[in-house]
Each structure stands twice: as structure tokens, then as C-alpha cells.
């Protein structure tokens, strides 16, 4: 267990729907990162907070956003959903947030658009 | 930006005998090199990191080792056993590319007995 939790563990929807997924970083770390996992397309960093603040952006599209509230969890919108958005979506914690910090790994959220 | 290549995509090994992945990246600017390891149903859980004033780093039947002329790491894993069976990613983070992780597209390790 690494100390980063998730919920939920599984999603389905319909396509146009709009969905939010939670993170709860490790206690004690400031930083929190999404990525999208998909048979194509591998693990891809989505975005990076640290405490609060956005840090980092990778390939996310418009559709989405994220934000990392004062409590230091964050939230992962997806809007406007395509069934090309089914994936498992993972989100990371790190202490405080630099590129050579160990990244622990929730246990992810499967999102099933139909 | 980052490109990080990892091969074999699939290994078969007894139980028992050696397994090594390797990976390479395309920008020198890396500096940090985390493997993972994901079960089914499971996130990627971090087994080992190497960082790029290093060239080798070990944890029990765990070894990483890292050539930065060469743009390239490797996983060792020594003794096997089946719940060594798993996806191992390899990835690369560098604070030019915004401390993200650029991951490999994964080896699927089965591990015989």
C-alpha cells in the first residue's frame, strides 16, 4: 500500500457525461500528479500540483482540469467524455514536488465510457 | 521532448535465472530514473531509482544501472521467482521537461516455475 488513495475504483458513464475523480496524497506530501494509463497510448503525465499550485502540464486535453485543494487532495474533472477517454487514471504524490522525487502511486480509478 | 525506449516488450525466464530490461532516452538533461512494477488491477509500485550521479544502485535481487554517455539503464533481477511476474515500466524525469515522468511502454515479465 502506498499510502495514496483513490476513489472511486471504478467508473462507468456514458459519452457527454462528466465525471470527477479524487486523490489523497501520501501524508506529508505536498505534490500530487495525474496520468492516464491506456492500452495505446502507455502512461502519460496529465499534470503536476504542489501545494495548490499548478506546477507542470503534460498532455491534457481542454476537456479537462484539475485542481489541489488546501487540504492537499486533489481532483481530476473530465467533461465532455469520448469513449477514447476510457483508461485507468492514476494519481502520484511526491514530497515536495521535483523531478528527481519518488513518485508512490494510487491504486488508480477505471473509467469506462460507453 | 523526452523519448524513453524500453525493450524486451515481453520475457520469459525459469524460475530462478536472470531477468534484465533495458531502456534508452533521448535527452541528456535526464537525471532521475525510477522502474515500477504494476500487477493486475494494481498501480505502478516503485521498486527501485537510480540518479544520474550514480552508475549503479542494488536492493537485494534488485539492480539499476545507468550509463549516461550511452543514454541508457537497465533492471537486473537476480534469483526470479513468480511473483516477480508483473509489467515494469522504466521512465525518465528531467526538471526541463517540468518533473514529469516519461515512461517506457512497459515489459511483461513471466516469470516460470
Known amino acids: 500500500d502506498s499510502g495514496v488513495t483513490q476513489t472511486p475504483k471504478h467508473l462507468i458513464t456514458a459519452t457527454g457525461q462528466r465525471v470527477t475523480l479524487r486523490c489523497s496524497p501520501r501524508?506529508?506530501?505536498?505534490?500530487v500528479y495525474w496520468y492516464q494509463q491506456s492500452l495505446d497510448q502507455g502512461l502519460q503525465f496529465l499534470i503536476q500540483?504542489?501545494?495548490?499550485?499548478?506546477?507542470a502540464k503534460g498532455n491534457i486535453l481542454e476537456r479537462f482540469s484539475a485542481q489541489q485543494f488546501p487540504d492537499l487532495h486533489s481532483e481530476l474533472n473530465l467533461s465532455s467524455l469520448e469513449l477514447g477517454d476510457s483508461a485507468l487514471y492514476f494519481c502520484?504524490?511526491?514530497?515536495?514536488?521535483?523531478?528527481?522525487?519518488?513518485?508512490?502511486f494510487g491504486p488508480g480509478t477505471r473509467l469506462t465510457v460507453t | 521532448g523526452e523519448n524513453v525506449e524500453q525493450h524486451p516488450s515481453t520475457l520469459s525466464v525459469q524460475e530462478g535465472d536472470s531477468a534484465v530490461i533495458k531502456c534508452t532516452y533521448s535527452?541528456?538533461?535526464?537525471?532521475?530514473f525510477p522502474w515500477y512494477k504494476q500487477e493486475l488491477g494494481k498501480g505502478p509500485q516503485l521498486i527501485i531509482d537510480?540518479?544520474?550521479?550514480?552508475g549503479e544502485k542494488k536492493d537485494q535481487r534488485i539492480a539499476v544501472t545507468l550509463n549516461k554517455t550511452a543514454k541508457h539503464f537497465s533492471l537486473h533481477i537476480t534469483e526470479t521467482q513468480p511473483e516477480d511476474s508483473a509489467v515494469y515500466f522504466c521512465a525518465a524525469s528531467s526538471m526541463e521537461y517540468g518533473n514529469k515522468l516519461v515512461f517506457g511502454a512497459g515489459t511483461i515479465l513471466r516469470v516460470k516455475s
Open positions: 500540483y504542489y501545494n495548490g499550485e499548478e506546477r
Open positions: 501524508s506529508g506530501d505536498l505534490s
Open positions: 537510480i540518479r544520474s550521479n550514480v
Open positions: 502520484a504524490s511526491s514530497a515536495a514536488g521535483g523531478a528527481d522525487d519518488e513518485q508512490y
Open positions: 535527452d541528456s538533461a535526464s537525471n532521475y
